[in-house]
C-alpha cells in the first residue's frame, strides 16, 4: 500500500511565500507522475501542477504559471509545492496524488492518479 502525506500547509498574507511538501511511504515503487491538485469551499477539485518523474517535466495551469514551482527530493519519492506571490483566490485544501504507471495520461484527470494525500489548508488574507 502506498501513502501521502502533506505537510507544511498554513496562514499567510497575499503576496507571502508557502511550501507544501508530499512524502510517499509504504512499498516500493517508481511514480509516473505526481499531482497537485487543490479545492477550494464550494467548489470542485481542480488540478494545480505535476510532475513526470521520468524525465523531471512540470505542468501548471495557466493561473499559478509563474508563481509556483513543483520539485523534487531525490532522496525518497516526495515533492514539493513552491507558492509564490499568492493571493486568496489560492485559498484551498492541497492535495497531492501519485500515479504508479507510466504511459501516456492526462495531468488534470483525477483518475490518471492511483493513491491520494488526506490535503493540508493553505489560507491566504488579503
Known amino acids: 500500500q502506498v501513502q501521502l502525506v502533506e505537510s507544511g500547509g498554513g496562514l499567510v498574507q497575499a503576496g507571502d511565500s508557502l511550501r507544501v511538501s508530499c512524502a510517499a511511504s509504504?512499498?516500493?515503487?517508481?511514480?509516473?507522475?505526481m499531482g497537485w491538485f487543490r479545492q477550494a469551499p464550494g467548489q470542485r477539485r481542480e488540478f494545480v501542477g505535476g510532475m513526470r518523474f521520468d524525465d523531471g517535466a512540470t505542468y501548471y495551469v495557466d493561473s499559478v504559471k509563474g508563481r509556483f514551482t513543483i520539485s523534487r527530493d531525490n532522496a525518497k519519492i516526495a515533492v514539493h509545492l513552491q507558492m509564490d506571490s499568492l493571493e486568496p483566490e489560492d485559498t484551498a485544501v492541497y492535495y497531492c496524488?501519485?500515479?504508479?504507471?507510466?504511459?501516456?495520461?492526462?495531468?488534470?484527470?483525477?483518475?490518471?492518479?492511483?493513491?491520494w494525500g488526506q490535503g493540508i489548508q493553505v489560507t491566504v488574507s488579503s
Open positions: 496524488a501519485v500515479r504508479t504507471s507510466g504511459g501516456s495520461f492526462v495531468w488534470s484527470r483525477e483518475n490518471t492518479y492511483d493513491h
Open positions: 509504504g512499498r516500493t515503487f517508481t511514480p509516473g507522475a
